[in-house]
Structures are given as structure tokens and as C-alpha cells.
């Protein structure tokens, strides 16, 4: 499976924008969904959102729809996280994840996804 890492954390404005980029190091990144993570000091782990491996379908948790957007670039082996309009409520520690099945048409749920990387840290400021 792919080695991954997260990148592109830091401290925002409340109603800024970032965005977190997940590299693979392996050569079979295109091969599997990809997906964003984030757990709050003292919460779950909880989805945020997901990309097939051909891009061609996403989904969002209802806390960040509208406001965040998943995509990849599978030549550069990376995907992203744009995150728009911050809240406070989206400080997190970020993490990105490789789906355990190549090339699956069902949307992955949450525990299918592995190889996690080290996280990234959002912090949103009020």
C-alpha cells in the first residue's frame, strides 16, 4: 500500500481558506479511493470526505459540504482537501487515508479506508 503524508496544516482565520495535500509514495496510488479524516482534542476520528480512484465521484460529511472540496491528481500521486470557509468548529488534526480495495465502484464507508498517514494540524482561529 501507499506511504502517506499530509501537508499543508496550519493557523487560519475563521472564514479563510486551505488547502491539505496527501502524497503517496508508492506507484499504485491511482488504484484506490482516497479519503479525509479529522479528530478534535478529546473526539473520534470522523470522516470528512472521499474521492474514488478515477475521481469521478465524491462525498462529503454534512459538516463540511458546500465548504470543502476533495480531489486528486493521480500523476502527481496527490490528493487535496480545499477548505473553504472556516469555521472554528474544523480545528483538527487532519488525516488522509488509501481505501483497503483497489478500484471499488461502491463508495467506501470509513473503516475500509488504510494506510493512514501522520496528520496534519488545522487550526481555525475565532
Known amino acids: 500500500q501507499e506511504q502517506l503524508v499530509e501537508s499543508g496544516g496550519g493557523l487560519v482565520q475563521a472564514g479563510g481558506s486551505l488547502r491539505l495535500s496527501c502524497t503517496g509514495s508508492?506507484?499504485?496510488?491511482?488504484?484506490?479511493?482516497m479519503g479525509w479524516f479529522r479528530q478534535a482534542p478529546g473526539k473520534e476520528r470522523e470522516f470528512v470526505a472521499s474521492?474514488?480512484?478515477?475521481?469521478?465521484?465524491?462525498a462529503y460529511a454534512n459538516p463540511v459540504k458546500d465548504r470543502f472540496s476533495i480531489s486528486r491528481d493521480n500523476a502527481k500521486s496527490t490528493a487535496y482537501l480545499q477548505m473553504n470557509s472556516l469555521k472554528s468548529e474544523d480545528t483538527a488534526v487532519y488525516y488522509c487515508a488509501a481505501d483497503s480495495y483497489a478500484y471499488r465502484r461502491v463508495a467506501p464507508g470509513p473503516s475500509d479506508f488504510r494506510s493512514w498517514g501522520q496528520g496534519t494540524q488545522v487550526t481555525v482561529s475565532s
Open positions: 508508492g506507484r499504485t496510488f491511482s488504484m484506490y479511493a
Open positions: 474521492i474514488t480512484w478515477s475521481g469521478g465521484s465524491t
